[in-house]
């Protein structure tokens, strides 16, 4: 029996979805790594019950960190995105979170580069506040290790391949830290959405939507980019056809950003004798007006491939991949 909802949360599901195709699907995937991280900072005494931890969302650590600081008896500030939606802002309100959203802005890098400089103000006025830094931090690669010990007690790590959406840089390079260090043959492959400068497709604007979660308009520490094999750079109406066909093939229903790991991972099974497992980070719910509404724009997914260029100047949509490192 699990003391708190954040750790029955933070542990994920195993679906098999196909000949060696494995979802590993959370709830809320972030809870993982803020519940592991502040438990760590307490005991390490960097932090101690009562203090407050403040960091930028654009929704879903907002809600993992609130239940992290909720468990432990800890305050918590959150300077949100304008894409934080009324339920989550319900949900924080009651938790005890208190709740910056900035207003819109006409990119993501003017929206995180505000958030952070309203960290900087926040902490000049409260020095005495700690700072999560969820995108440079590696305290965040902590709460992976028991996910990764959950997948070896499952599936032989040794002829696996991990896909899915960099963001961070935690998860999927946790995951295979962890991972690697039994099994060093682990294979990793990032999903990224285009216009992001986290694998280099700034020069390319998805006309629709870029991913939320998944990208950076910014560069983040807690990516290392030698942890990676390959990329795959999904656009919108690629990964609105994954996310349709997980549905309605295998009745998950998860985020956009899952839809591009489970076309990235189709392609890669395929082209491989290996077990792909993608990861499913979150559920759909946020999706059901921009995506599941619009099931009638997916196309069948075996129709879709992605373009495989010399260079990344190459980088076309609504699909591109490469290995990595890549020219």
């Known amino acids: 029996m699990h003391d708190h909802i954040a750790e029955a949360i933070a542990r994920p599901d195993l679906v098999r979805t196909g000949d060696r195709l494995v979802c590993l699907r959370f ?8 519940l592991e991280a502040v438990r760590h900072l307490l005991r390490t005494g ?17 809600y993992a960190l609130a239940l992290a600081c909720h468990r432990f008896g800890l305050r918590c500030h959150i300077v949100g995105s304008t894409t934080v939606d009324h339920t989550l802002r319900t949900q924080l309100a009651v938790l005890g979170a208190t709740l910056e959203q900035m207003p819109p802005e006409a990119d993501l890098k003017l929206d995180q580069n505000r958030r952070v ?41 040794s002829r696996l391949i991990v896909v899915g ?25 990032g999903v990224q959405p285009f216009g992001s400068v986290t694998f ?52 998950i ?7 591009a790991a489970y076309l990235a991972a189709r392609w890669e099974r395929d082209r491989s004798d290996r077990t792909v497992l993608f990861i499913a980070a979150d559920t759909g719910h946020r999706y059901v007006d921009t995506v599941f509404a619009r099931h009638a724009e997916a196309v069948p997914v075996t ?12 980088l076309a949509l609504p699909w591109s991949r490469m290995p990595w490192p890549a020219p």
């Open 303 to 314: 129709s879709l491939a992605p373009v495989e260029p010399a260079t990344r100047a190459g």
């Open 253 to 259: 229903f998860a985020g956009l950003s899952t839809g």
């Open 27 to 34: 709830e809320t995937m972030k809870v993982v790594s803020a």
């Open 165 to 189: 959406g960099v963001g961070s840089g935690a998860s999927t390079g946790a995951l295979a830290t962890w991972l690697r260090s039994t099994a060093p043959g682990v294979g990793l492959v």
């Open 117 to 157: 400089r309203r960290i900087g103000e926040i902490l000049r006025a409260h020095p005495d506040w700690h700072w999560m830094r969820q995108y440079h931090d590696r305290v965040h690669y902590l709460g992976y290790r028991a996910v990764a010990r959950q997948i070896t007690r499952e599936l032989d790590p």
């Open 200 to 251: 280099g497709s700034e020069h390319i604007a998805d006309p629709d939507i870029i991913i939320a979660g998944i990208g950076s308009s910014i560069p983040f520490g807690n990516v290392a980019h030698e942890l990676y094999d390959t990329v795959h750079w999904v656009g919108f109406t690629a990964a609105l056809s994954g996310s349709v066909d997980l549905l309605r093939r295998h009745a």
């Open 46 to 62: 960097v932090i101690a019950p009562g203090d407050t931890l403040v960091d930028s969302s654009s929704g879903i650590y907002a």
